[in-house]
């Protein structure tokens, strides 16, 4: 056949190169991986002085990106734990709420997995934690006043008095991250390109608010009332 180029390397002659094409939607890593272990297979096979040189590697890119997102979620995270510490003035009740950051990043990481989605560094870092300890932290706080408020009031049991501060803010906190959640869903009607780049992101995110909301309805009440059962409510020292 006519020759159509040529490729040279470092003025020591011709090369041959080649590119491997990556199906849509597959995952980067694992391709990769595959591609090294087909190398490592066929090499003993290549005429003798052939041999295969890599120039250009995609998993140093993916392992860099995964360590950026890993970093900036611990990062992020501990940042709003000291914060909900500072402001709260309650170690025990601002770990409680904190503990709801990581039980939502494990059901947005689920949900990813069951809808067959892979997390990436736009849809990872979409994630705000603000927003996911919303809910909690109006649940405990509303617990802490109603604890405080009534607890010169022996007739009612501790739990009765978390059930009652729990069901007086269920419906706002619904209703306050259902908005937010809503906020996101038009980005699912995205098409294309635009759809691909951010539709996981708007689902990342609500998978995360929907597990905020479930551990603010459900495990903060429960963890409040084993842990908060002597509390008192007061400027935090900051203030």
């Known amino acids: 056949m006519i020759r159509q ?3 040279t390397r470092d003025g020591r002659g011709e090369a041959v190169t080649g590119i491997v094409m990556m199906l849509m939607g597959k995952n980067a890593r694992v391709v990769v991986q595959g591609v090294k272990d087909k190398v490592e297979a066929l090499a003993p096979t290549l ?19 995964i360590q950026t997102v890993s970093t900036n979620l611990l990062e992020g995270g501990a940042l709003v734990v000291l914060v909900l ?10 770990l409680i709420v904190a503990l ?30 603000g ?3 919303d809910g909690p932290v109006v649940m405990i706080e509303n617990i802490v006043r109603v604890l405080h408020d009534r607890r010169h009031d022996p ?13 007086q803010v269920a419906r706002p906190v619904v209703f306050a991250v259902g908005i937010i959640a809503i906020v996101y869903l ?27 909301l479930v551990c603010a309805l459900t495990l ?4 409040a009332s084993l842990l908060l059962k002597s509390v008192s409510e007061r400027e935090p020292l900051l203030f």
Do not use: C, W
């Open 5 to 7: 180029g040529a490729v």
């Open 47 to 65: 005429p003798k002085g052939v041999t295969f040189d890599t120039f250009y590697d995609r998993t140093e890119l993916v392992d860099r990106t």
């Open 85 to 94: 510490l500072l402001l709260l003035g309650k170690i025990r009740g601002g």
């Open 100 to 129: 709801s950051i990581p039980l939502s990043m494990l059901v947005a990481f689920s949900a990813l997995q069951a809808a067959g989605l892979s997390g990436n560094l736009m849809s990872l870092g979409a994630i705000d934690f």
């Open 131 to 133: 927003l996911i300890v």
């Open 155 to 167: 007739d009612t049991p501790h739990l009765e008095k978390v059930r009652l501060a729990a069901r």
């Open 186 to 212: 038009p980005i699912l009607a995205l098409r294309g390109i635009e759809g691909k780049l951010f539709g996981p992101m708007a689902l990342t995110v609500v998978f995360a608010l929907m597990g905020s």
């Open 220 to 223: 903060m009440p429960a963890l």
